[in-house]
């Protein structure tokens, strides 16, 4: 198995920032990228983020692009999310994710492991 814990999330005012960070751990696992994802309540969960492991490479959904900036350190196995400019529409679950292959990078399904989750709640 592999896990993923999150942490960073919180409260923080419209306009502020919040970094989240995902640790990896257990088993050996062909990595292939680490992705972001969140849920608001009553809301579907919708793709955030994602980082190709081997080359940095990053994809972003529309809504965080240019706010948002993913990266990972190799070393620690973990990937971060920094979060700038903070909407209250951005209030959601928050959860990482990783995924062994290629394919669809914002399709949920594709995803082999996921973590808790960690709140990030924006107050306008």
């Known amino acids: 198995q592999v896990q993923l814990v999150e942490s960073g999330g919180g409260l923080v005012q419209a306009g502020g920032s919040l970094r989240l960070s995902c640790a990896a751990s257990?088993?050996?696992?062909?990595?292939?990228?680490m992705g972001w994802f969140r849920q608001a309540p009553g809301k579907e969960r919708e793709f955030v983020t994602a980082?190709?492991?081997?080359?940095?490479?990053?994809y972003y959904a529309g809504s965080v692009k240019g706010r948002f900036t993913i990266f990972r350190d190799n070393a620690k196995n973990t990937v971060y999310l920094q979060m700038n400019s903070l909407k209250p529409e951005d209030t959601a679950v928050y959860t990482c994710?990783?995924?062994?292959?290629?394919?669809?990078?914002?399709?949920?399904?594709?995803?082999?492991?996921w973590g808790r989750g960690t709140q990030v709640t924006v107050s306008s």
């Open positions: 994710a990783v995924r062994g292959g290629a394919g669809r990078i914002a399709n949920s399904d594709e995803y082999d492991y």
């Open positions: 257990g088993r050996t696992f062909s990595r292939y990228a």
């Open positions: 980082i190709i492991w081997s080359d940095g490479s990053t």
